[in-house]
C-alpha cells in the first residue's frame, strides 16, 4: 500500500490563511449535515425497525424532515425559567456545543489532497496530543450538563445533570483506559499516525511463530475496542444507557427546562458526540479513513485525493448504525447496575488488558528466560484470580409460609392460597365423559 | 524550528473557537429577532408535570454521586500517568523495567480500589 | 516524532497576543472566584483560570501538560467540586458579615504586600534569565521527553504518587460511605409486614365526594359553607367567567 499521500505531523499548521478558513467552514459544515443525517437516519432505521416507515414527508423520503424540525426549533419562543440562574442557565448549552465541535476538528477525514491546488491533509489540524484533545473535550462537555441540570432550578434537571455527569464521568475513564492500548500498539497520540500505524498489518509473534495481523487495531485489541465501544455509548447518554433522560424517571433529565434555541444546541451537541466518538472509534480501530481491504487489492488509489472522505464518512455510518441498532433493540439499564458494570466489570478488565498488551509486547522482544517469566507470571495471576473470584452468595428464596399478623392488622389474603378448581371445568369434564357415569357426578 | 510552526496547529483550534463564537451570537441574535413572543407567568414557572410546583428548586444530592466523583479524579490521574508511558514503553532505553514499574502504579491503585470494593463503597445502595 | 517546537527565548506574536488576551481571562477568574457570592460560580471562575493555565502551557511548548492541565484540573478536579456544591445547596451564598473587625482591611494589606514580595522575587530571579534547553527536551516530542524523566529519574516518585493517590481516594470514599450494618437491612418482607401492621392504612385515601359536578383544574374547590377555597386555585390558570349561552345546558344530556 502506498504510503506517500500519508499526512506527517509536520505537515499540519502552515496552510494558507483561505485553506483554513475552508477547513473550519468544512468542519461546521460537516458536522450539521451529519447532524441532521443522523438524525434523520435514526427515525428511518428505528421506524423500519417497529415495521412503519418513518419520516417521509418533507423532501424526497424524508430527508428535509430533520432540517425543518431543526429550524422550527430554532426559532421558538426562548423560555427563561422565573428560578433559573440565567447566566449558568445561558452558558451551558454553549459549552456543550463548543466542546463537540471541537472535539471534532482532529479526526483525519483523509490523506493529502489539493484544494485550489493548495496540497493540504484532509484534517483541520492535528496535534501530538491529539486524541487527548478529544477527551479533554469530552470532560469539559459534561460541565455543560452539570451546570444546564443545576441552574434550571428544578428538581428533575438537576437530578437528571448529576446522574448523567456520574454516568459520563465514570464511562469517560473507561473510554480513556481503553484507548491506552491504542497508543500502545502505535506509538503516538497524534490521530493522523495512528491512522498511518494502521495502513499495513503487522508481524507478531504469537508463542514462538510469527504471524501477520491485519492493520486494523479492532482485530489485534478486540477488548479494547469492545470497551470503547461501549463505553462510547455511555458517554454519549444513548440506549441502552440513556438514563439521565429516563422519560419515565425523570421527565426530560437535564434539559427538562430548555427550550427553542438552548434545547437545539444540546440536541446538536448530542448527536455530535455521537459522530465524533463514532468517527474516533473509526480513526483508532477501523483504520481511519482508508479503504478496507478488498478494495484497495483491485483499486490502488481508493486511498487517494478525496475518496478517503468517503471511506471515512461509510465507515463512521455503519457505526451510527450500531447506536441506532442498540437503541432499537435493548431496554434501558437500571442505574446501578449500570454503575457497577462500568466500575467492576469494564475498568478492571481494561487495566488487566493493558498490562497484558504490555507484557507480550515487552515479552515478543526479550530473550527466552525473560519471556516465560512473563507467561509464567501471567500464568499464575490467572490461577490466583480465578481462586480468589469470590463465590456467588446462595440466596435462600423468601418464606411465603403463612404466618400470623398482629392483632389489628389490615385484613390481608392468606399467602398460601390456592385457586379452587373452577366449576366449569367440572361441566366440561363431565360432558367428555357423559356416556358412563362418574362418582364426580354424584357431588 | 520556529515558534510559528509549532502553534500553527493550535492556531487553527483558536479559530474554530472564534468562529463558534460567532455562530453562536448569530444563532441567539436570530433567534431573539425571528421567535415570536408571548411571555406569561405560567410558562416562567418550573416544570412539574401539570401541578403547580410546591417547595423550593434543591433536591439534596446523595453522597454516593461524590464518591464517583473521586473514582473519576483518581483514574484521570492514573491514565495521565497512562499515557505517555503507553507512546513510549516500546522504545529503545525502556522496555521490561518500564512495564514492571508500571504495573506496580497501577497495582497499588487497583488495590486501593479492591479495598473500597470490598469495603462495598462501589454498590449503590 | 519530531514536532517543531517553540525557539527558545523568542516570543512570537501570535503567543504574545494569546497570552495578552488570556492573562486578563486568567486574572479576571482568578477574582471572580474569591468575589462571586454564589460557590457555583466561584468554581465556574476558577475554571476559567484553570482553563487558561491549560492553555498557557500549551503556548510554551508543552502541549502534554497542557492537555493534562485541562483533563485532570478543569475537568475532574472541578467535577469534584461541582459535586460537592450540589451537596451543599443552591442558596449556600456567603454571608458577608465580618466577623473580625478590619479583617478585610488588614486581609488587602496582607495580600498586596504578599503579591509585591513574590513579584519582586520572582522578578530578580527569572527575570534577566535566557531559557535554554528547550529543543533538547522536546528533542524526541514533548510527550516522549516528559516519560523518559518520569520512568527513569523521577521513578520513585511516580510511585509514591500511586500511594498518596490511592489513600486520599480511599479516605474520603469511606468517610463519604456509610456501612450498613446487616440489621439496618430492611426487606421486602418486612416492608411489607410495616405496611400491613396495625396502625397502618395501605388502601387508597377515600376520594372527593361523588356529586362533584366537574374535575377541571380551573374549578375552585368549595368549602364547607360554600365559600372558594382560595388554595384551591391555580394562580397559572386564569379564572374564567361563563357566558350565559356556554352556561346554558347544550341539549346533548337527555
Given at each position: 500500500?502506498?504510503?506517500?499521500?500519508?499526512?506527517?505531523?509536520?505537515?499540519?499548521?502552515?496552510?494558507?490563511?483561505?485553506?483554513?478558513?475552508?477547513?473550519?467552514?468544512?468542519?461546521?459544515?460537516?458536522?450539521?449535515?451529519?447532524?441532521?443525517?443522523?438524525?434523520?437516519?435514526?427515525?428511518?432505521?428505528?421506524?423500519?425497525?417497529?415495521?412503519?416507515?418513518?419520516?417521509?414527508?418533507?423532501?424526497?423520503?424524508?430527508?428535509?424532515?430533520?432540517?425543518?424540525?431543526?429550524?422550527?426549533l430554532?426559532?421558538?419562543?426562548?423560555i427563561?425559567p422565573?428560578l433559573a440562574d440565567?447566566?449558568v442557565f445561558?452558558?451551558a448549552p454553549?459549552i456543550s456545543t463548543?466542546?463537540a465541535?471541537?472535539?471534532?476538528?482532529?479526526?483525519?477525514?483523509?490523506?493529502?489532497?489539493?484544494?485550489?491546488?493548495?496540497?493540504?491533509?484532509?484534517?483541520?489540524?492535528?496535534?501530538?496530543?491529539?486524541?487527548?484533545?478529544?477527551?479533554?473535550?469530552?470532560?469539559?462537555g459534561i460541565y455543560g450538563i452539570v451546570l444546564g441540570g443545576w441552574a434550571s432550578g428544578s428538581t428533575y434537571p438537576l437530578l437528571g445533570g448529576l446522574r448523567s455527569a456520574a454516568q459520563m464521568i465514570s464511562y469517560e475513564?473507561?473510554?480513556?483506559?481503553?484507548?491506552?492500548?491504542?497508543?500502545?500498539?502505535?506509538?503516538?497520540?497524534?490521530?493522523?499516525?495512528?491512522?498511518?500505524?494502521?495502513?499495513?498489518?503487522?508481524?507478531?509473534?504469537?508463542?514462538?511463530?510469527?504471524?501477520?495481523?491485519?492493520?486494523?487495531?479492532?482485530?489485534?485489541?478486540?477488548?479494547?475496542?469492545?470497551?470503547?465501544?461501549?463505553?462510547?455509548v455511555g458517554e454519549t447518554n444513548r440506549a441502552p444507557f440513556d438514563l439521565p433522560e429516563a422519560e419515565s424517571e425523570l421527565v426530560g433529565g437535564f434539559h427538562t427546562e430548555y427550550s427553542s434555541?438552548k434545547f437545539a444546541l444540546f440536541f446538536l451537541a448530542e448527536y455530535?458526540n455521537m459522530?465524533?466518538?463514532?468517527?474516533?472509534?473509526?480513526?483508532?480501530?477501523?483504520?481511519?479513513?482508508?479503504?478496507?481491504?478488498?478494495?484497495?487489492?483491485?483499486?490502488?488509489?481508493?486511498?487517494?485525493?478525496?475518496?478517503?472522505?468517503?471511506?471515512?464518512?461509510?465507515?463512521?455510518?455503519?457505526?451510527?448504525?450500531?447506536?441506532?441498532?442498540?437503541r432499537?433493540?435493548?431496554p434501558r439499564l437500571r442505574y446501578d447496575?449500570f454503575m457497577?458494570?462500568?466500575?467492576?466489570?469494564?475498568?478492571?478488565?481494561?487495566?488487566?488488558?493493558?498490562?497484558?498488551?504490555?507484557?507480550?509486547?515487552?515479552?515478543?522482544?526479550?530473550?527466552?528466560?525473560?519471556?516465560?517469566?512473563?507467561?509464567?507470571?501471567?500464568?499464575?495471576?490467572?490461577?490466583?484470580?480465578?481462586?480468589?473470584?469470590?463465590?456467588?452468595?446462595?440466596?435462600?428464596?423468601?418464606?411465603?409460609?403463612?404466618?400470623?399478623?398482629?392483632?389489628?392488622?389490615?385484613?390481608?389474603?392468606?399467602?398460601?392460597?390456592?385457586?379452587?378448581?373452577?366449576?366449569?371445568?367440572?361441566?366440561?369434564?363431565?360432558?367428555?365423559?357423559?356416556?358412563?357415569?362418574?362418582?364426580?357426578?354424584?357431588? | 524550528?520556529?515558534?510559528?510552526?509549532?502553534?500553527?496547529?493550535?492556531?487553527?483550534?483558536?479559530?474554530?473557537?472564534?468562529?463558534?463564537?460567532?455562530?453562536?451570537?448569530?444563532?441567539?441574535?436570530?433567534?431573539?429577532?425571528?421567535?415570536?413572543?408571548?411571555?406569561?407567568?405560567?410558562?416562567?414557572?418550573t416544570y412539574e408535570c401539570?401541578?403547580?410546583p410546591?417547595?423550593?428548586d434543591w433536591a439534596?444530592a446523595q453522597?454516593?454521586y461524590?464518591?464517583y466523583?473521586?473514582?473519576?479524579?483518581?483514574?484521570?490521574?492514573?491514565?495521565?500517568?497512562?499515557?505517555?508511558?503507553?507512546?513510549?514503553?516500546?522504545?529503545?532505553?525502556?522496555?521490561?523495567?518500564?512495564?514492571?514499574?508500571?504495573?506496580?502504579?497501577?497495582?497499588?491503585?487497583?488495590?486501593?480500589?479492591?479495598?473500597?470494593?470490598?469495603?462495598?463503597?462501589?454498590?449503590?445502595? | 516524532?519530531?514536532?517543531?517546537?517553540?525557539?527558545?527565548?523568542?516570543?512570537?506574536?501570535?503567543?504574545?497576543?494569546?497570552?495578552?488576551?488570556?492573562?486578563?481571562?486568567?486574572?479576571?477568574?482568578?477574582?471572580?472566584?474569591?468575589?462571586?457570592?454564589?460557590?457555583?460560580?466561584?468554581?465556574?471562575?476558577?475554571?476559567?483560570?484553570?482553563?487558561?493555565?491549560?492553555?498557557?502551557?500549551?503556548?510554551?511548548?508543552?502541549?502534554?501538560?497542557?492537555?493534562?492541565?485541562?483533563?485532570?484540573?478543569?475537568?475532574?478536579?472541578?467535577m469534584?467540586?461541582l459535586f460537592?456544591?450540589m451537596?451543599?445547596?443552591?442558596?449556600?451564598?456567603?454571608?458577608?458579615?465580618?466577623?473580625?473587625?478590619?479583617?478585610?482591611?488588614?486581609?488587602?494589606?496582607?495580600?498586596?504586600?504578599?503579591?509585591?514580595?513574590?513579584?519582586?522575587?520572582?522578578?530578580?530571579?527569572?527575570?534577566?534569565?535566557?531559557?535554554?534547553?528547550?529543543?533538547?527536551?522536546?528533542?524526541?516530542?514533548?510527550?516522549?521527553?516528559?516519560?523518559?524523566?518520569?520512568?527513569?529519574?523521577?521513578?520513585?516518585?511516580?510511585?509514591?504518587?500511586?500511594?498518596?493517590?490511592?489513600?486520599?481516594?480511599?479516605?474520603?470514599?469511606?468517610?463519604?460511605?456509610?456501612?450498613?450494618?446487616?440489621?439496618?437491612?430492611?426487606?421486602?418482607?418486612?416492608?411489607?409486614?410495616?405496611?400491613?401492621?396495625?396502625?397502618?392504612?395501605?388502601?387508597?385515601?377515600?376520594?372527593?365526594?361523588?356529586?362533584?359536578?366537574?374535575?377541571?383544574?380551573?374549578?375552585?374547590?368549595?368549602?364547607?359553607?360554600?365559600?372558594?377555597?382560595?388554595?384551591?386555585?391555580?394562580?397559572?390558570?386564569?379564572?374564567?367567567?361563563?357566558?350565559?349561552?356556554?352556561?346554558?345546558?347544550?341539549?346533548?344530556?337527555?
Open positions: 500500500m502506498n504510503l506517500a499521500e500519508s499526512p506527517k505531523l509536520e505537515d499540519f499548521g502552515h496552510d494558507v490563511w483561505w485553506i483554513i478558513l475552508i477547513k473550519v467552514v468544512g468542519i461546521f459544515a460537516f458536522l450539521v449535515v451529519m447532524t441532521l443525517f443522523t438524525i434523520w437516519y435514526e427515525r428511518k432505521v428505528v421506524g423500519r425497525m417497529q415495521h412503519r416507515p418513518g419520516p417521509n414527508r418533507v423532501g424526497p423520503i424524508g430527508l428535509l424532515q430533520s432540517l425543518a424540525d431543526g429550524l422550527k430554532a426559532f421558538k419562543e426562548d427563561m422565573k440565567k447566566a445561558f452558558i454553549v463548543v466542546c465541535f471541537t472535539a471534532f476538528s482532529i479526526m483525519p477525514l483523509g490523506g493529502m489532497v489539493s484544494i485550489f491546488g493548495e496540497r493540504t491533509p484532509l484534517q483541520l489540524t492535528d496535534l501530538p496530543v491529539a486524541v487527548l484533545l478529544v477527551l479533554a473535550c469530552g470532560g469539559l475513564v473507561a473510554m480513556g483506559l481503553s484507548i491506552v492500548a491504542v497508543f500502545m500498539t502505535a506509538g503516538s497520540m497524534s490521530t493522523s499516525e495512528i491512522v498511518a500505524a494502521q495502513a499495513n498489518g503487522s508481524q507478531q509473534e504469537i508463542f514462538g511463530s510469527t504471524v501477520t495481523l491485519p492493520g486494523w487495531y479492532f482485530l489485534m485489541l478486540l477488548p479494547s475496542f469492545l470497551i470503547y465501544f461501549i463505553s462510547a434555541l455530535i459522530v465524533t466518538v463514532s468517527a474516533l472509534c473509526t480513526t483508532l480501530f477501523l483504520g481511519g479513513w482508508r479503504a478496507p481491504a478488498p478494495i484497495t487489492t483491485w483499486w490502488a488509489g481508493a486511498n487517494e485525493g478525496w475518496w478517503p472522505l468517503l471511506w471515512f464518512t461509510v465507515k463512521v455510518l455503519i457505526l451510527l448504525f450500531v447506536f441506532v441498532w442498540l432499537g433493540t435493548l447496575q457497577r458494570f462500568g466500575w467492576k466489570v469494564l475498568v478492571p478488565i481494561n487495566l488487566v488488558w493493558i498490562l497484558l498488551v504490555a507484557g507480550v509486547r515487552v515479552a515478543a522482544n526479550a530473550d527466552n528466560t525473560v519471556r516465560y517469566a512473563i507467561y509464567g507470571g501471567f500464568a499464575v495471576l490467572l490461577v490466583g484470580i480465578i481462586m480468589f473470584w469470590p463465590a456467588k452468595k446462595q440466596v435462600e428464596p423468601a418464606s411465603i409460609a403463612p404466618e400470623k399478623l398482629p392483632e389489628g392488622s389490615f385484613p390481608i389474603p392468606p399467602m398460601d392460597l390456592v385457586v379452587p378448581p373452577s366449576p366449569r371445568t367440572k361441566r366440561i369434564e363431565h360432558a367428555a365423559a357423559a356416556p358412563s357415569a362418574t362418582p364426580e357426578q354424584g357431588e | 524550528m520556529c515558534g510559528v510552526d509549532y502553534l500553527g496547529s493550535y492556531r487553527l483550534l483558536g479559530l474554530l473557537l472564534i468562529l463558534g463564537a460567532a455562530f453562536f451570537t448569530v444563532a441567539f441574535t436570530a433567534n431573539r429577532l425571528l421567535s415570536r413572543r408571548a411571555p406569561s407567568a405560567g410558562k416562567n414557572a401539570g401541578i403547580d410546591v417547595g423550593g439534596q453522597v454516593r461524590y464518591v466523583a473521586y473514582l473519576y479524579v483518581l483514574f484521570a490521574v492514573e491514565s495521565v500517568f497512562l499515557f505517555p508511558w503507553a507512546v513510549t514503553y516500546a522504545l529503545d532505553g525502556f522496555g521490561m523495567v518500564t512495564v514492571v514499574e508500571m504495573a506496580i502504579f497501577v497495582a497499588v491503585l487497583a488495590l486501593g480500589l479492591l479495598y473500597a470494593w470490598r469495603k462495598r463503597v462501589l454498590s449503590w445502595t | 516524532m519530531s514536532t517543531v517546537l517553540a525557539l527558545a527565548g523568542e516570543v512570537t506574536t501570535g503567543e504574545a497576543a494569546t497570552f495578552y488576551i488570556l492573562a486578563p481571562i486568567a486574572l479576571i477568574g482568578a477574582i471572580g472566584m474569591v468575589w462571586a457570592r454564589n460557590a457555583v460560580h466561584s468554581a465556574l471562575f476558577l475554571v476559567l483560570t484553570m482553563l487558561s493555565l491549560g492553555v498557557f502551557y500549551i503556548l510554551q511548548a508543552g502541549p502534554f501538560i497542557g492537555m493534562v492541565q485541562i483533563i485532570v484540573y478543569t475537568g475532574a478536579i472541578m469534584l467540586f460537592v456544591l451537596l451543599i445547596g443552591r442558596d449556600a451564598s456567603d454571608s458577608l458579615i465580618e466577623t473580625l473587625r478590619g479583617q478585610r482591611t488588614v486581609a488587602l494589606l496582607l495580600g498586596i504586600g504578599f503579591a509585591g514580595l513574590l513579584c519582586t522575587g520572582l522578578g530578580r530571579a527569572v527575570g534577566s534569565m535566557t531559557s535554554v534547553g528547550l529543543d533538547e527536551a522536546n528533542a524526541a516530542g514533548n510527550t516522549q521527553g516528559i516519560a523518559r524523566d518520569l520512568f527513569t529519574k523521577y521513578v520513585f516518585a511516580f510511585e509514591v504518587t500511586s500511594a498518596l493517590l490511592i489513600t486520599a481516594a480511599v479516605g474520603a470514599m469511606l468517610l463519604a460511605h456509610v456501612e450498613k450494618v446487616k440489621a439496618e437491612k430492611v426487606t421486602q418482607l418486612e416492608m411489607m409486614r410495616a405496611r400491613f401492621a396495625p396502625g397502618n392504612y395501605p388502601a387508597p385515601k377515600p376520594g372527593p365526594g361523588v356529586f362533584a359536578a366537574t374535575n377541571s383544574v380551573a374549578a375552585p374547590g368549595l368549602l364547607p359553607d360554600r365559600t372558594v377555597a382560595g388554595r384551591s386555585l391555580s394562580a397559572l390558570v386564569p379564572t374564567r367567567e361563563l357566558t350565559e349561552a356556554e352556561a346554558a345546558p347544550k341539549g346533548t344530556e337527555k
